[in-house]
């Protein structure tokens, strides 16, 4: 792949904080996190196992 082309995923993740008006990256507090209900962490649970399985089937699709 030609590093001009090269999927940058910082830069992304950036423009989508831009987009939404994210400007203290309260993602990255760790207090934040700490707060969170049992609730909460099997909802972020649920949500990553969704990223990851769609991740994994279009890179599948990518290598056929």
Same mark, same amino acid.
């Given at each position: 792949?030609?590093?001009?082309?090269? *999927? =940058?995923?910082? $830069?992304?993740?950036?423009?989508?904080?831009? +987009?939404?008006?994210?400007?203290?990256?309260? /993602? *990255? =507090?760790?207090? $934040?996190?700490?707060?969170?209900?049992?609730? +909460?962490?099997?909802?972020?649970?649920?949500? /990553?196992?969704?990223?990851? $399985?769609?991740?994994?089937?279009?890179?599948?699709?990518?290598?056929?």
């Amino acid at each position: 792949m030609d590093k001009s082309n090269e *999927f =940058d995923s910082i $830069k992304e993740v950036n423009k989508l904080m831009d +987009q939404y008006g994210i400007e203290d990256a309260a /993602f *990255f =507090d760790l207090e $934040k996190w700490k707060s969170m209900s049992p609730e +909460q962490i099997r909802e972020l649970e649920s949500y /990553f196992q969704y990223l990851v $399985k769609k991740s994994k089937k279009l890179e599948e699709k990518e290598n056929k």
